[in-house]
């Protein structure tokens, strides 16, 4: 399997007003976005498709690290944190990364 082009732990992943998970895992790999229900190699699936099926974006007025994925259907808002991120570091929030890495993995630019 080749190395992940996104990968981000601790996510929340909601659809609608109600929480699937709040320690969730995004990662696109392979030509497809995963959603996982949990960190570890133990979680299961919620959603996968395309990358090029999916549709990514910042809902208006939310926090920067708010992000909403279409997939099959199916709207999901994922809440992504910079754990890993130095606190004296700018760089892009972990939302907009996701957003762009969808984006290049679709082919449409990033």
């Keep these: 399997m080749a190395e992940p082009e996104f990968t981000a732990r601790g996510v929340r992943i909601g659809k609608g007003m109600r929480s699937l998970t709040r320690a969730g895992r995004v990662r696109i790999s392979d030509g497809r976005l995963e959603l996982l229900t949990s960190e570890g190699s133990e ?22 690290d708010r992000a909403r994925a279409d997939l099959n259907g199916q709207r999901y808002q994922l809440t992504l944190t910079e754990r890993d991120a130095a606190p004296d570091e700018p760089g892009p929030a972990a939302a907009h990364r996701f957003i762009e890495a969808v984006r290049r993995a679709a082919g449409r630019g990033g």
């Design 43 to 64: 979680g299961s699936e919620i959603d996968s498709a395309p990358v090029g099926t999916v549709r990514a974006s910042r809902p208006w007025f939310a926090p920067d």
